[in-house]
């Protein structure tokens, strides 16, 4: 799997491809965060900080941050990592994140 760390690196294509999934974490401006799945993070990351668009957690801790972010094989392996990550406790996830750590569980 390939890892992207931080909004700056490994940036997206214009037309990312629909079967390329990512599982992300962004920091929320209240310094928590917030995990989630989707094809195109670019856009997924813009709608996270827009007016309208996002998820109901990060609407009122805008603005987010991309702070970690891994290429999954499919949408499913990308939700059941997502689960993974969701589960650890919240020590674990900002050690997560800021070592960079590869996979979750003892995955390399």
């Given at each position: 799997?390939e890892?992207i760390?931080?909004?700056g690196?490994?940036?997206?294509?214009?037309e990312?491809e629909?079967?390329i999934w990512y599982v992300?974490?962004?920091?929320?401006?209240?310094?928590?965060l917030?995990t989630g799945?989707?094809n195109?993070?670019e856009?997924?990351?813009?709608?996270?900080?827009?007016?309208?668009?996002?998820?109901?957690?990060t609407?009122?801790?805008r603005?987010?941050?991309l702070?970690y972010?891994?290429?999954?094989?499919?949408?499913?392996?990308a939700?059941?990592?997502?689960?993974?990550?969701?589960k650890l406790?919240l020590l674990?996830?900002?050690?997560f994140?800021?070592d960079?750590?590869?996979?979750?569980?003892g995955?390399?």
């Open positions: 799997m890892r760390k931080g909004a690196a490994g940036a997206q294509s214009e990312p629909n079967d992300y974490m962004v920091r929320c401006s209240d310094g928590t917030y799945i989707t195109n993070l856009k997924r990351i813009e709608a996270h900080n827009s007016e309208k668009d996002g998820a109901r957690y609407r009122s801790r603005p987010v941050k702070v972010a891994e290429q999954a094989g499919s949408r499913s392996a939700a059941k990592l997502e689960y993974q990550l969701k406790p674990k996830k900002k050690e994140v800021e960079g750590r590869q996979g979750v569980g995955k390399e």
